[in-house]
């Protein structure tokens, strides 16, 4: 158990639809980061959040976007869903010390999301 | 790029050992991470290494070479738990990159 929790553990939407993802962080972390991972595939890196502003993004369109709230939990936002929006969408929590680097990532078990 | 390779899947008996590369770019390295993932569930941290050489953690060790952009975990006294995809991701300022995961498949 790493103390990090998503919600919902699974979810079906429709195309078109909006969706939002919930993560609490491990108790004393003040960094999230959000991945979305396909089926027989490595995570892929989101966004991260450092005291409520996101610090630094992957290759993922606006139509995904985060929120990270004082209690330093997070929610990501899932804009105009496409078929390829399914996967396993994955949050960890870290401390971020310094410049932030070397940080060790812990894992929810993540919610996994299907669009049809 | 941020290329991460390593291979897909890999087979090994109960007890043995086995070693699992990967290759990484190696521009704005900031070290090494391996993680261990069982279907259907979170990605658990197994090493971090940074600086060069092996690192002993229990039958798990991890080893680095910054110079070759290379890495490896090596896995000893196999056990049938170990089946899992391991994941190797390369730390570029604090966000993982990862590759695709080795898929391990441990036989009695």
Same mark, same amino acid.
């Given at each position: 158990?790493? $103390?990090?929790?998503?919600?919902? %553990?699974?979810?079906?939407?429709?195309?078109?639809?909006?969706?939002?993802?919930?993560? &609490?962080?491990?108790? $004393?972390?003040?960094?999230?980061?959000?991945?979305?991972?396909?089926?027989? #595939?490595?995570?892929? /890196?989101?966004?991260?959040?450092?005291?409520?502003?996101?610090?630094?993004?992957?290759?993922?369109?606006?139509?995904? &976007?985060?929120? #990270? /709230?004082?209690?330093?939990?997070?929610?990501?936002?899932?804009?105009?869903?496409?078929?390829?929006?399914?996967?396993?969408?994955?949050?960890?929590?870290?401390?971020?010390?310094?410049?932030?680097?070397?940080?060790? #990532?812990?894992?929810?078990?993540?919610?996994?999301?299907?669009?049809? | 790029?941020?290329?991460?390779?390593?291979?897909?899947?890999?087979?090994? %008996?109960?007890?043995?050992?086995?070693?699992?590369?990967?290759?990484?770019?190696?521009?704005?390295?900031?070290?090494?991470?391996?993680?261990?993932?069982?279907?259907?569930?979170?990605?658990?941290?197994? &090493?971090?290494?940074?600086?060069?050489?092996?690192?002993?953690?229990?039958? /798990?060790?991890? /080893?680095?070479?910054?110079?070759?952009?290379?890495?490896?975990?090596?896995?000893?006294?196999? #056990?049938?738990?170990?089946?899992? &995809?391991?994941?190797?991701?390369?730390?570029?300022?604090?966000?993982?990159?990862?590759?695709?995961?080795?898929?391990?498949?441990?036989?009695?």
């Amino acid at each position: 158990e790493t $103390g990090v929790t998503q919600s919902p %553990t699974h979810l079906i939407k429709t195309r078109g639809q909006q969706v939002t993802l919930r993560c &609490s962080s491990q108790s $004393g972390h003040n960094t999230v980061s959000w991945y979305q991972q396909a089926l027989g #595939q490595g995570p892929q /890196f989101i966004f991260q959040y450092y005291r409520e502003e996101e610090n630094g993004r992957g290759n993922f369109p606006p139509r995904f &976007s985060g929120l #990270q /709230f004082p209690n330093y939990s997070s929610e990501l936002n899932v804009n105009a869903l496409e078929l390829d929006d399914s996967a396993l969408y994955l949050c960890a929590s870290s401390f971020r010390t310094g410049t932030g680097v070397g940080n060790i #990532q812990y894992f929810g078990a993540g919610t996994r999301l299907s669009v049809l | 790029g941020q290329n991460i390779d390593q291979p897909t899947e890999m087979t090994a %008996t109960e007890g043995a050992i086995v070693q699992i590369n990967c290759t990484y770019q190696t521009s704005g390295f900031n070290g090494l991470f391996w993680y261990q993932q069982h279907a259907g569930e979170a990605p658990t941290f197994l &090493s971090y290494n940074v600086l060069d050489g092996l690192e002993e953690k229990g039958r /798990f060790s991890s /080893f680095l070479s910054r110079s070759k952009g290379y890495s490896y975990l090596l896995l000893k006294e196999l #056990q049938m738990k170990d089946s899992a &995809s391991y994941l190797c991701a390369n730390n570029q300022g604090g966000k993982l990159i990862f590759g695709q995961g080795t898929e391990l498949s441990v036989k009695p």
